[in-house]
């Protein structure tokens, strides 16, 4: 069965880290591009980070460039989303989805939930002091 699990998440004040951890079940990640998303209610789910299968090529949401950083570790099955100087807009369910491809794709279509095919359950992150 096809699984990916987020943890890392949980409570920090502002300007503090925390680090995701996306990690797969069932399948290798070699050949897949994974990407970040977050959610809180009412609003859609954004786009965060992304990265593709090889990890030579990363894109972010405006909002944390500069902050965050995606990474991966094919060896582990893991995929890692870094997040330094949280802001308490940074506060969402955060989860890693999972999509079987290699080639390059544009911007948009990487920070784009509707390409993906596999999701985690997602992972609280709540910014507060």
């Known amino acids: 069965q096809l699984q990916l699990v987020e943890s890392g998440g949980g409570l920090v004040q502002p300007g503090g880290s925390l680090r995701l951890s996306c990690a797969a079940s069932?399948?290798?990640?070699?050949?897949?591009?994974i990407g970040w998303f977050r959610q809180v209610p009412g609003k859609e789910r954004e786009g965060v980070s992304c990265?593709?299968?090889?990890?030579?090529?990363?894109n972010y949401v405006d909002s944390v460039k500069g902050r965050f950083t995606i990474s991966r570790d094919n060896a582990k099955n893991t995929v890692y989303l870094q997040m330094n100087n949280l802001k308490p807009e940074d506060t969402a369910i955060y989860y890693c989805?999972?999509?079987?491809?290699?080639?390059?794709?544009?911007?948009?279509?990487?920070?784009?939930?509707?390409?993906?095919?596999?999701w985690g359950q997602g992972t609280q992150v709540t910014v507060s002091s």
């Open positions: 989805a999972a999509v079987r491809r290699r080639m390059e794709v544009a911007r948009h279509v990487c920070l784009s939930a509707v390409g993906y095919n596999y």
């Open positions: 069932g399948f290798t990640l070699d050949y897949y591009r």
């Open positions: 990265i593709n299968s090889s990890g030579g090529s990363t």
